[in-house]
């Protein structure tokens, strides 16, 4: 087989981070940038050949639209490229899935796109990124990994992006998917997928390009009170996703306002602060006019609700169904 032509789109994170020690904790991410990237990748004897293009080279804590658009840009381009086989973006891992399932609801199903990070700085002792690219590597080369929705490639899995999330702080194993966990597994020479690609050819669910309305993420405590849930929207937002506990739920105090906020028109979804599980509606849902959030986290949520907002969606029975598809 011949060698794919990749694109490489570096944003920065610890992939691309330095220590200065191999045994400091703390490190700089961004440090590294793509072409000294691609040099150091080049020792590796990888079938396949770089385009590098630097996005940003930042934390991916200060990862947003701004970044996102840029992304989108370039991955378009690189999809309508016929010399082009594959897209990998590096990434920082703390908002890696939100990154992913944006791209994952605005881009066509034609070709690999895969994110990929690290958890360890490059000059750490037992740094993950080389082997993390590696893997990407052999999965954006794979023809068989187009149609199964942008995909992360995290410790020696392959995740759809509509399914992970970092389920930890530290260690090489930080990622999980929900409700699939991986589907399927790679190494630098091998890779195997679980089942067959499910979207191939699917066009782009939504449009991007233009400003996402702004939706707020409102995490539920014991003891929270309406007015502190008040205090979280204001007059621009235009949506609200709870992160609720348990199966979504709230204090009654809260529901009732968040009610109120359903009235004055702010689509209002429910997820779950808990980390895995399915958040479904219930009677009350019909009552108070929410959404569930089935299996989306708030994050992905917010994510998916913005997308619908900025397409002119605000029915509550429509939104549920787009959440009910996902
Ligand atoms: N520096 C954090 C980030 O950019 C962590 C990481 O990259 O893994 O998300």
Redesign the pocket.
């Known amino acids: 087989m011949s060698a794919s032509h990749l694109k490489i789109l570096a944003t ?4 691309a ?1 330095i220590a200065g020690s191999a045994i400091r904790h703390d490190y700089r ?2 440090q590294i940038d793509i072409e000294d990237y691609l040099e150091k990748v080049g020792g590796l004897g990888l079938e396949a050949e770089f385009s590098g293009t630097q996005i940003a080279n ?4 200060d ?1 947003g639209p701004d970044v996102w658009i840029r992304l989108h840009e370039e991955i378009a381009s690189a999809l309508d490229d016929a010399d082009c086989h594959g897209i990998i973006v590096t ?6 899935e939100e990154t992913a399932f944006l791209l994952d609801l605005t881009l066509p199903m034609t070709k690999p796109v895969v994110l990929v ?3 360890r700085p490059a000059d750490a002792v037992g740094y993950d990124g080389l082997r993390n690219f590696a893997n990407a590597v052999r999965v954006a080369s794979d023809p068989e990994a187009a149609g199964r929705g942008v995909l992360v490639v995290m410790g020696d899995r392959v995740f759809a992006a509509r399914d992970v999330r970092k389920v930890r702080t530290r260690g090489t194993d930080a990622f999980r998917g929900f409700p699939r966990d991986s589907i399927g597994l790679v190494t630098p020479s091998a890779l195997d997928w679980f089942g067959a690609p499910w979207r191939s050819g699917e066009a782009a669910c939504f449009d991007f390009g233009t400003a996402l309305p702004e939706v707020v993420i409102l995490y539920v405590f014991a003891g929270m009170t309406p007015e502190i849930a008040t205090r979280q929207v204001s007059g621009q937002t235009r949506g609200v996703v709870v992160a609720g506990v348990g199966e979504g739920n709230v204090p009654d105090p809260v529901r009732q306002e968040l009610v109120r906020m359903r009235q004055d028109g702010l689509p209002v979804i429910r997820s779950s602060r808990t980390d895995e599980g399915l958040v479904d509606r219930e009677p009350e849902d019909d009552t108070n006019g929410f959404v569930a959030a089935r299996t989306l986290n708030p994050q992905k949520s917010r994510i998916l609700l913005q997308l619908l907002l900025a397409a002119g969606e605000t029915d509550a029975g429509r939104i549920q169904a787009e959440f009910d598809r996902r």
Do not use: F, K, V, Y
């Open positions: 920065g994170g610890t992939i981070g991410p961004g930042i934390g991916s804590e990862i990434h920082g891992t703390d908002t890696l990070g690290a958890m």
